[in-house]
C-alpha cells in the first residue's frame, strides 16, 4: 500500500539554524499538508500546498517556515531559524482532493531544538 | 471557532470488553468526519470518512457511527493490539477547504 514517507525521523539542532524536512507524498496524490504535534497537545495544522503553491496557511505558519516542491516527488518544510518553541513531531500528509478526501500522514520528523 | 471534542480522555478495557469512544464537533458546513489511529511515535492512521448523519463504517472490531453533533468510534471485543489513540478531525470550516482540525484524542488501553 502507497505511504508517505519522511526523513529524517529524528532532526536535533542548535536553537537559531535552519532545518529542512523532508516528504515524499503518495505518487498520484495533488495536495499536500505539513502539520505538527507539540509533545501530549494536538495535531496542528500548519499549510497546506496545491498545484506548486500554497493554498492555505495557519498563523502558526509564519516567516521563518517556507514549503517547496523541488521536483515531481519531493515536498520540503524548511524552518529559516530555529527557536525552543518550535520543538514538535512534524507531520507531512497528502490527499487526492482538498477537503473531503482523506489526507494520508507519514510517521513524522522528531524535532529537537536545543 | 471550530471545535472538536473527545472523550473519554483515556479508556481502559480489559480484552473483550466493548465499548465506545466519542467525538463531539462543531463546525459550520461539515463536509465529512475522518477517525484515524495513532500509535505511539507515528503519524494518524487513516481508518474511516464518514459524511452524513446515519452513515456507518465498519473495519474489524470498530465501528464508526455519524450523528448531526458527534461521532462515535465502537469497539467490539477488543483485543491488545488495538491499544492506540484514536483521533478524530473535520475537515475545512470556517472558510479553509483543506485543513484537518484534529480532537486531542482518546488514548486506548486494552489489557489482556
Known amino acids: 500500500e502507497p505511504e508517505v514517507t519522511q526523513t529524517p525521523s529524528h532532526q536535533v539542532t542548535q536553537m537559531g539554524q535552519e532545518v529542512i524536512l523532508r516528504c515524499v507524498p503518495i505518487?498520484?496524490?495533488?495536495?499536500f499538508y505539513w502539520y505538527r504535534q507539540i509533545l501530549g497537545q494536538k495535531v496542528e495544522f500548519l499549510v497546506s500546498?496545491?498545484?506548486?503553491?500554497?493554498?492555505?496557511k495557519s498563523e502558526i505558519f509564519d516567516d521563518q517556515f517556507s514549503v517547496e516542491r523541488p521536483d515531481g516527488s519531493n515536498f520540503t518544510l524548511k524552518i529559516r531559524s530555529t527557536k525552543l518553541e518550535d520543538s514538535a513531531m512534524y507531520f507531512c500528509?497528502?490527499?487526492?482532493?482538498?477537503?473531503?478526501?482523506?489526507?494520508?500522514f507519514g510517521d513524522g520528523t522528531r524535532l529537537s531544538i536545543l | 471557532e471550530d471545535q472538536v471534542t473527545q472523550s473519554p480522555e483515556a479508556l481502559r478495557l480489559q480484552e473483550g470488553e466493548s465499548s465506545s469512544l466519542n467525538c463531539s464537533y462543531t463546525v459550520s458546513g461539515l463536509r465529512g468526519l475522518f477517525w484515524y489511529r495513532q500509535d505511539p511515535g507515528k503519524g494518524p492512521e487513516f481508518l474511516f470518512t464518514l459524511y452524513s448523519a446515519g452513515e456507518e463504517k465498519e473495519k474489524e472490531r470498530l465501528k464508526a457511527t455519524l450523528t448531526k453533533k458527534e461521532s462515535f468510534l465502537h469497539i467490539t471485543a477488543p483485543k491488545p493490539e488495538d491499544s492506540a489513540t484514536y483521533l478524530c478531525a473535520v475537515p475545512g470550516g470556517g472558510g479553509s477547504n483543506y485543513k484537518l482540525t484534529f480532537g486531542k484524542g482518546t488514548l486506548l488501553t486494552v489489557n489482556p
Open positions: 505518487s498520484n496524490h495533488l495536495y
Open positions: 500546498f496545491y498545484n506548486n503553491e500554497i493554498s492555505e
Open positions: 500528509a497528502s490527499s487526492l482532493g482538498s477537503s473531503n478526501q482523506p489526507q494520508h
